[in-house]
């Protein structure tokens, strides 16, 4: 069994394809993106039934004390009105997206990206009505090496055919630009 926080930085890693491990990507409003806790298990439900292995699980990650009591953990941040509508912006204005989106139905879900519990930046995704066969060259985040940020990238390309039924779309505070365009199959 894995630990909750190895488990979140694989997902974050797979998700935008290694940046900066520990970075946590979370969608907000009508949809979010959760971790299961281990075996349908959380902290608040630890007592004398609970498997040895998941009470271990949990005070490795952090979220019981020795006693098997839940640790209080940081509110996770969220997005303000005015960072969802330039996030919105920005990719909206972005010509790569705007080709990608033309003539499709889709909806608009602004989520956010953070790292330690700051706010780093946002992801826009974009759920289309159906699936789309897209050949496409998706801009893409290449870690810099000894990056000390998520935001710390340098953007290449990566050639590839894909069924698309949402784009991911990344976008850093510090940098205001649309950093990577992930190509998905969820569906709202």
């Given at each position: 069994m894995k630990k909750r926080g190895v488990v979140i930085i694989v997902a974050v890693a797979i998700l935008i394809g290694g940046i900066v491990a520990g970075v946590s990507y979370a969608t907000t409003g009508d949809q979010t993106l959760q971790l299961p806790e281990p075996k349908g298990y959380s902290p608040e439900e630890i007592?004398?039934?609970?498997?040895?292995?998941?009470?271990?699980?949990?005070?490795?990650?952090?979220?019981?004390?020795?006693?098997?009591?839940?640790?209080p953990q940081p509110q996770k941040?969220?997005?303000?009105?005015?960072?969802?509508?330039?996030?919105?912006?920005?990719?909206?204005?972005?010509?790569?997206?705007r080709e990608l989106i033309e003539g499709k139905n889709?909806?608009?879900?602004?989520?956010?990206?953070?790292?330690?519990?700051?706010?780093?930046?946002?992801?826009?995704?974009?759920?289309?009505?159906?699936?789309?066969?897209?050949?496409?060259?998706?801009?893409?985040?290449e870690p810099i090496e000894g990056a000390q940020k998520p935001s710390?990238?340098?953007?290449?390309?990566?050639?590839?055919?894909q069924t698309v039924r949402s784009l991911d779309i990344m976008i850093f505070f510090d940098r205001g630009e649309v950093a990577a365009i992930i190509p998905g199959s969820r569906s709202s």
């Amino acid at each position: 069994m894995k630990k909750r926080g190895v488990v979140i930085i694989v997902a974050v890693a797979i998700l935008i394809g290694g940046i900066v491990a520990g970075v946590s990507y979370a969608t907000t409003g009508d949809q979010t993106l959760q971790l299961p806790e281990p075996k349908g298990y959380s902290p608040e439900e630890i007592d004398e039934n609970t498997p040895p292995e998941v009470v271990e699980e949990f005070k490795r990650a952090g979220l019981i004390d020795e006693f098997g009591k839940p640790i209080p953990q940081p509110q996770k941040p969220s997005l303000t009105e005015e960072e969802r509508a330039w996030a919105k912006g920005i990719a909206l204005s972005d010509s790569r997206v705007r080709e990608l989106i033309e003539g499709k139905n889709y909806e608009v879900v602004i989520g956010l990206i953070h790292s330690s519990f700051e706010k780093t930046g946002a992801v826009v995704v974009i759920n289309f009505d159906k699936s789309y066969d897209i050949e496409y060259d998706w801009p893409w985040m290449e870690p810099i090496e000894g990056a000390q940020k998520p935001s710390d990238y340098r953007q290449s390309i990566r050639h590839s055919k894909q069924t698309v039924r949402s784009l991911d779309i990344m976008i850093f505070f510090d940098r205001g630009e649309v950093a990577a365009i992930i190509p998905g199959s969820r569906s709202s």
